[in-house]
């Protein structure tokens, strides 16, 4: 077992963080698993509580671990960092990663066009959209909450149980023979509402990104969504040339 040195000139909390953090990604404390109690890491390394909670803080600070209050503190996943550069499927991106992608469709409508709407998709005055709020979770992790709305004339006899079953872009390959191959991205800095910090388990203010999507077959957009990505929990960036 990794000790705690004292006659070391780095602090004791910071040893004990980099002893923990090595346990989680070497993987000898799972995903989801409990941690040991503070009492318990105190006995294990000699050190005191205040000690033990300066290294947990830490952790949790990178995003490695959560403290959720009466249960404990649990491994949590790293943050997720995406390349802008390629198209890119959030499920695809977390099953690459080894995490466990779910979706939960919230709510699932059909809706007159509006103005903005038939501008995007180049639709008629009378034409209906799908409109549906996905959350997007990564080891049971809540990542994302975003609402999409697809034109009906594209995806006809579209319903939540279809959606709910595979990834979206999936639905719209296998069940319509559409592929969704370019995407146009926007982000903004944005602090989380009483909602959002609800389904995220996050303080409300917490920072999150704005996220704007239209998704591409050819030249034709088949999807557009805006989101809410938690800031803590994914990254983006591109490389410039």
């Not at 998709?121 to 959350?135: D, I, M, Q």
């Not at 034109?151 to 719209?172: A, D, N, Q």
Request: some cysteine; overall charge negative; glycine content about 6%.
């Amino acid at each position: 077992m990794e000790r705690i040195r004292e006659d070391s000139p780095v602090t004791l909390y910071y040893q004990l963080m980099e002893i923990l953090k090595a346990k989680i990604l070497r993987n000898e404390w799972s995903l989801g698993e409990k941690l040991p109690s503070e009492a318990e890491l105190c006995e294990e390394y000699g050190v005191s509580r205040i000690t033990v909670r300066q290294a947990l803080a830490a952790l949790e600070r990178e995003g490695l671990i959560v403290r959720k209050q009466g249960l404990g503190t649990f491994v949590s996943i790293p943050k997720i960092e995406q390349n802008l550069a390629s198209f890119y499927s959030f499920s695809q991106e977390f099953r690459k990663r080894g995490l466990k992608p779910r979706t939960e469709v919230v709510d699932f409508s059909v809706e007159r066009a509006d103005a903005h709407l038939r501008q995007i998709f180049n639709l008629g005055a009378e034409s209906a959209v799908y409109r549906f709020t996905r959350l997007r979770l990564a080891s049971e992790v809540p990542i994302a909450i975003e609402s999409t709305y697809l034109p009906v004339s594209l995806f006809p006899g579209l319903t939540k149980e279809i959606l709910t079953e595979s990834p979206l872009y999936e639905v719209m390959n296998i069940h319509y023979g559409i592929t969704a191959n370019s995407a146009q991205e926007s982000f903004g800095a944005v602090a989380l509402g009483e909602e959002e910090a609800s389904i995220f388990g996050l303080p409300v203010g917490a920072p999150a990104l704005d996220l704007e999507r239209l998704a591409y077959s050819g030249e034709r957009c088949v999807e557009y969504t805006r989101g809410v990505i938690r800031g803590d929990k994914f990254r983006f960036h591109v490389k410039l040339d």
